[in-house]
């Protein structure tokens, strides 16, 4: 009984399938141009791929947290890739997914409740919180794979903007959440190495603090500086900035098309 717990405490859920499916389906009509409306197929693709990276965020803070000691993620659900399991779902989905829809931003989602106590040693600390940001390194690199290989060659340019655009939303989530400010993973990366003095007068300001960077980037020269340090690296990926610019422009579908990313013909 207790390895058939166990091994259900593992099984990917119902849920989180029926996201990658959408993901592979609008995935499909989005290369193909099968979708009446370009713009349509490539929001759905970018917010359920978007939304399947969430997950996997969240997973590999659990998973490492299970290798480092608590051994209660399993019971909570967070091994199943189930975001209705997260401690708020808000939080970690919807608020995520509503920041790209109005601000075409990667913010760091997040809440699977890590029992600290049981992680055993710093690094193992520093690694749990290090997981998640790093699995939007890795979403980063596949979505720009294509780009740094040199690989475009037959690849539709609605599927193309829709990749350098999800890759912007990894890039500026891996930035955001390495931030060394408490209540983001960066913070979360260098506290077990704090002293506890330190620790304990920075905890009550991680709510406001995480506030407070979001505040900053409304400010017209912060945004700049922070999306040109999102461009610059994924220029170096080999994504232009029109490639995102497009994949922007094509996700919001229900603005007034400017013609600058007409794409009929073109594929």
Not at 73 to 80: E, I, P, Q, S
């Amino acid at each position: 009984m207790g390895h058939q717990g166990s091994r259900g405490e593992r099984q990917i859920s119902s849920v989180f399938l029926g996201i990658a499916a959408v993901m592979a389906v609008t995935g499909w009509a989005v290369w193909t141009g099968y979708a009446a409306s370009p713009g349509l197929a490539v929001f759905l693709f970018v917010t359920s791929a978007w939304v399947v990276s969430l997950c996997l965020h969240e997973y590999a803070h659990a998973r490492t947290a299970l290798h480092g000691g608590d051994i209660t993620v399993g019971a909570k659900g967070y091994l199943t890739l189930n975001p209705l399991k997260y401690t708020h779902a808000m939080l970690s989905i919807v608020l995520p997914v509503v920041f790209v829809i109005l601000g075409g931003l990667g913010l760091p989602g997040g809440a699977v409740y890590i029992e600290r106590d049981r992680i055993r040693g710093r690094w193992n600390h520093s690694l749990v919180s290090a997981a998640g940001p790093l699995t939007n390194v890795l979403f980063a690199a596949v979505c720009t794979a294509p780009f740094w290989l040199d690989a475009l060659d037959g690849v539709p340019f609605t599927f193309r903007f829709a990749l350098a655009f999800l890759a912007l939303l990894q890039v500026s989530a891996a930035i955001l959440n390495f931030l060394p400010v408490p209540g983001l993973d960066g913070y979360g990366v260098i506290e077990p190495w704090l002293s506890h003095r330190a620790r304990r007068e920075l905890a009550p300001l991680a709510p406001f603090a995480l506030i407070g960077v979001f505040a900053l980037l409304w400010i017209p020269e912060v945004n700049a500086f922070f999306f040109g340090a999102v461009d610059g690296i994924l220029r170096g990926l080999g994504v232009s900035e029109l490639e995102t610019y497009c994949g922007h422009d094509l996700y919001r579908f229900w603005q007034d098309p400017n013609g600058l990313c007409t794409v009929d013909g073109a594929q």
